[in-house]
């Protein structure tokens, strides 16, 4: 893996955001939910596809503060347009666990 500047590190916007709505997504290829993220009034709300179905329930995520890519550009899969990248680590089943903050922090907050 190459180095990474500090600059390089800055041009990736990371934010916390609290999901509003989650919903599966059955017509994605494999099994995914379609999110709703609050990323506070500068930002405001964005959606994102996340492939989080074995460790999470629509109804569980709901409240939950994640961490985002909100600058990437948006990614149309199939008849969804996503526009933010949901952060996580992939366990040892080879699930995604997401990054969340522990504890509260204001919707927006960016990762330093």
């Known amino acids: 893996m190459s180095t990474a500047?500090?600059?390089?590190?800055?041009?990736?916007?990371?934010?916390?955001?609290?999901?509003?709505?989650?919903a599966p997504f059955p017509e994605a290829r494999k099994p995914a939910y379609k999110l709703r993220i609050d990323f506070g009034p500068d930002i405001g709300l964005k959606s994102s596809s996340?492939?989080?179905?074995?460790?999470?329930t629509p109804k569980g995520l709901i409240g939950k503060q994640i961490a985002a890519v909100i600058n990437f550009p948006p990614r149309q899969i199939g008849p969804f347009m996503s526009e933010v990248l949901v952060l996580g680590f992939t366990d040892t089943n080879g699930n995604i666990s997401l990054i969340r903050p522990d504890a509260a922090v204001p919707n927006g907050e960016r990762l330093h």
């Open 50 to 56: 996340a492939q989080i179905t074995a460790r999470y």
């Open 5 to 22: 500047s500090f600059d390089d590190f800055l041009r990736i916007d990371i934010r916390v955001g609290t999901i509003v709505e989650a």
